[in-house]
């Protein structure tokens, strides 16, 4: 198996209900996760993308968070209707979805 392009994280972890910090996992990143699997099957992209789930990432607030390496590209607030966006822009083109990525200055 050839070593893939990409790789793709989503975070799916879950707190409480109530817990101050939020979680991805209460923000649908199950159907996140499905429908990217799904679309990478479906572009033909299986070996070039790996898929794999996460604990968390840190930045909860901002969740759903997937993270796209080796570019190190984060995004925030990902719904399922976001997925075919960064799947035909950021993996089929090689363009970052700039308005879902988290902002340098949040790292500060």
């Avoid at 109530?18 to 209460?26: E, L, V």
Wanted: net charge neutral; glycine share 12%.
């Amino acid at each position: 198996m050839p070593k893939p392009a990409y790789h793709i994280f989503v975070c799916t972890n879950e707190r409480p209900p109530g817990h101050p910090k939020g979680s991805c996992g209460h923000k649908g990143a199950r159907s996140i996760l499905e429908k990217i699997d799904m679309g990478i099957e479906q572009r033909g992209l299986f070996g070039k993308v790996f898929l794999t789930t996460a604990s968390c990432m840190g930045p909860c607030s901002m969740g759903s968070v997937v993270v796209v390496y080796p570019d190190g590209v984060w995004y925030r607030e990902v719904k399922p209707e976001d997925v075919d966006e960064i799947l035909d822009q950021h993996i089929v083109q090689g363009k970052r979805v700039e308005r879902l990525e988290i902002p340098e200055a949040m790292w500060g």
